[in-house]
């Protein structure tokens, strides 16, 4: 069964930094791109980055670009987003998903920026 | 960037009956592998979303067949054939052929 548990959520001032992890089980996670998706309280889904399976490759939102950064660690099945400059617009529940389509998805961290 | 634009934004629905919702893209999105990735997705009060049909009409495993998708071109639809209480909650369609992916606004699907 395929599991992704994302964890670091938490209440940070804004400016500030987290790191955020989505560990991940129930399938071969080197073979699978990865991807970050949030939603901002009551609000709809807005993709955030995605990582090539090898992390050779990465793309971001506008909105995170220069911000945020991706990576992964495969040896651990471990999936990071880094959020640097946050801004109470960074303030949403971010899920992590398998590959490019979101095919699985994990239940969410919540990062408040306040 | 593509944007999706999903009506209706709310969806009163009753058991049993027929349920459909629209997904209309500003562009063609079709992947230089000849594949549209046009996905659907259930979000259901509380929880994470879950994805229902990949590339415009396949369903996910696991997933009712009273759901299917449709379209090409900019058109897309979400049906489910016969609305039950369970499928209760907002559904979204996505696209992953050009970045940024890029999601519709969502439409709540209710029970009249």
């Known amino acids: 069964e395929v599991q992704l548990l994302e964890s670091g959520g938490a209440l940070v001032r804004p400016g500030g930094s987290l790191r955020l992890s989505c560990a991940a089980s129930g399938f071969t996670f080197s073979d699978y791109a990865m991807t970050w998706v949030r939603q901002a309280p009551g609000k709809g889904l807005e993709w955030v980055s995605t990582?090539?399976?090898?992390?050779?490759?990465?793309n971001y939102a506008d909105s995170v670009k220069g911000r945020f950064f991706i990576s992964r660690d495969n040896s651990k099945n471990t999936l990071f987003l880094q959020m640097n400059t946050l801004t109470p617009a960074d303030t949403a529940v971010y899920y992590c998903?398998?590959?490019?389509?979101?095919?699985?998805w994990g239940q969410g961290a919540l990062v408040t920026v306040s | 960037d593509v944007v999706l634009t999903q009506s209706p934004l709310s969806q009163p629905a009753t058991l049993g009956q027929p349920a459909s919702i629209s997904c209309r893209s500003s562009?063609?999105?079709?992947?230089?592998?000849?594949?549209?990735?046009l996905n659907w997705f259930q979000q259901r009060p509380g929880q994470s979303p879950r994805r229902l049909i990949y590339?415009?009409?396949n369903r996910d495993s696991g997933v009712p067949d009273r759901f299917s998708g449709s379209g090409s071109g900019t058109d897309f639809t979400l049906k489910i054939s016969r609305v039950e209480a369970e499928d209760v909650g907002v559904y979204y369609c996505m696209q992953s052929t050009h970045w940024p992916h890029t999601f519709g606004q969502g439409t709540k699907l209710e029970i009249k």
């Open positions: 990582i090539s399976h090898n992390g050779g490759g990465t």
């Open positions: 590339k415009v009409s």
């Open positions: 562009e063609i999105f079709v992947h230089s592998n000849g594949d549209t990735y």
């Open positions: 998903a398998a590959n490019w389509h979101c095919d699985y």
